[in-house]
């Protein structure tokens, strides 16, 4: 079946600090990968998506992924966070249809 | 570019009333748009899709008689929550995807719903 998991629930780091997100998946064909932020009270913001190509993506805000397929990971780095980053972030895979599964969320807190 | 809005922000209405919530792509043709709900600490759970012009397609458990979806134009879709009750107080997301979107869905800020 089609998931997403998004293992820590909550992550706390301190501002300045390096950042990584964990996101795997699983799905039977090549997957459309997305991350998405979400502040308190507020809609999602795309940071980043892969469809194809270069491994490597670069988003908004400073944030990166890379899509490792033997590891079906998709996970999300800043190398220092600020404390505007805090906020609830989702992974999310293309379904087919146009569909998205997402995972459960990761809120990140930031420590000044 | 690539923005949505959704109207109202936050809404309080009694149980047994209906509620209208309007989903709007502000700069972009919006072929296909989706409404969410989530619930507190969660993540979104996809209650329908609509494509402009044909029926919402709900998901399994969705009544879609208590969630009427219209997707009349490219550009705005309406989830009526009918004879809403207390369990429907939820925070209600729409999205929407464009023709040249290449699945990239874009999101609404969102619509507090608080049923008394």
């Known amino acids: 079946a089609q998931s997403v998991t998004q293992p820590d629930i909550h992550i706390t780091v301190s501002e300045g600090a390096s950042l990584e997100l964990r996101c795997n998946y699983s799905?039977?064909?090549?997957?459309?990968l997305f991350w998405y932020v979400q502040s308190p009270g507020q809609g999602l913001q795309l940071l980043l998506k892969?469809?194809?190509?270069?491994?490597l993506v670069q988003g908004i805000k400073g944030f990166e992924a890379e899509f490792k397929r033997s590891q079906s990971s998709f996970n999300l780095r800043k190398p220092s966070v600020h404390w505007s980053d805090a906020a609830e972030y989702f992974c999310?895979?293309?379904?087919?249809?146009?569909?998205?599964?997402f995972g459960t969320g990761t809120r990140l807190k930031v420590l000044a | 570019g690539a923005v949505v809005s959704q109207h109202p922000s936050r809404v309080i209405c009694k149980s047994g009333t209906s509620v209208k919530i309007e989903c709007r792509s502000l700069d972009f043709q919006a072929t296909t748009m989706f409404w969410y709900r989530q619930f507190p600490k969660q993540s979104l759970m996809l209650m329908a899709t609509?494509?402009?012009?044909?029926?919402?397609?709900?998901e399994q458990g969705v009544e879609k008689d208590k969630f009427l979806i219209n997707h009349a134009s490219l550009t705005l879709s309406t989830l009526t929550v009918t004879s809403a009750h207390p369990e429907d107080s939820s925070f209600y997301i729409c999205?929407?995807?464009?023709?040249?979107?290449?699945?990239?869905?874009?999101f609404g800020p969102g619509t507090r719903l608080t049923v008394l």
């Open positions: 999205s929407a995807r464009g023709e040249s979107g290449l699945d990239t869905q874009y």
């Open positions: 799905y039977g064909a090549t997957p459309y």
């Open positions: 999310a895979v293309g379904a087919g249809t146009y569909k998205y599964i």
């Open positions: 609509s494509n402009e012009g044909s029926k919402a397609t709900y």
């Open positions: 892969y469809f194809s190509g270069d491994t």
